[in-house]
């Protein structure tokens, strides 16, 4: 979707919103989770450290994870020190292959490293080291992982899009990533995930209103990329990674109030030269080729006393520590005083967005909740083509 057909698009979805809800029923899709009630993720929340601090806010149960086998019994509030110990790890007076710390009230939480995690710690020895698993209930971890990537106050139908972009991308990460240890990593990489203390109430309810809800793509779970701000318009991501996907399209966002809606960057001639290799002093540069259909430009070309280069806009980004690659870069030449004469050019970054600008912008979520869409109306805008389903875990 272009930006002439937004209004369009959102006139007639508010129409349909207002008039009959939202009418379409859910897609059942089957996911299979041996010998569990519920779908349990494996969260690696400390990889290959040499030692780990563990603990359980009540009495807990300390196990050999690969046998089942108890080892003993810790109490409420106190913590150990875990160590790679021969093949396996040493826990206190414990050994095992592995080991599990599983507290016997369900409203227990387990320490790990340095935060509170609902399920159960599992210590698995990895490398030269250790790897700290947090085992949690698919649901219980998107508790966590909408307040960390969203504001739990904000308004319900974005938190609830959230949650349903959220859990098909995790599960597509489970299906796609998961090794013997893990299926996810914690971190932005990933999805970020730092246990109960981004918990709220509106997270619990939007994740709750939404239980089971993913994405499909012809039956499969989609990879639901999000960001946060895309400035007005999101990618089709061949222009951005290189590789199509049928649901990943360019379409108008609704993200004007984000805080990085437009920003804007300023380097002296020094500062650039230094972070840009291979032109000697940077003299000006370019945008190369015509911009995508998000208002990126895949190339800028440099041009320095020494010669030119063209880099693309993500390394640019990287480089210079930007928002997005949705930008372009302006030389400024100040005249001085005296003669009149030109000066080194200053460098002025004007940029749009936050994040790579693919799949649902948090931002445009919150713009279009805000006029009236329910959090249905919002992914199926985000991602083209695509259906919403519920997992039946067997």
Sequence with gaps: MTPRTALPFLASALKMAGRHGWLTALLWLVVIAPAQAALEL??????NVPSVKVGSSVDAVVRDAASGQVLGNIQGMNGFEAQRG??????????G??????PKDPNGVVWIGSRWYRGKAVLVPTGSGLTAVNRVDLEQYLYSVLGGEMNGNWNQEALKAQAVAARSYALYRRNRDGNGVFDLCDTAQCQV??????????????????AGQVLTYKGKIIEALFHSSSGGATENVEDVWGSYVPYLRAVTDYDETAPVFQWSKTYSQNELSNLISGVGQVRDVQPVGKPTAGGRYRKMRIVGDRGQRDISTEDLRDALSLRSSKFTIVSQFNQTKSN???SNPTFVIQGRGFGHGLGMSQYGALG???RGLNYQQIVLHYYQGTQLAKIDVR
């Design 97 to 102: 292959n592995s080991i599990s710390i599983e």
């Design 193 to 210: 995930y730092r246990g109960v203390q981004d918990e709220s109430a509106g997270t619990q309810a939007a994740v709750n209103a939404t």
């Design 340 to 342: 009149s004469k030109q």
């Design 42 to 47: 494996r969260v690696a929340i400390e990889e």
């Design 368 to 370: 279009l909740a805000n």
């Design 86 to 95: 021969g093949r396996g790890i040493a826990l206190d007076k414990w050994t």
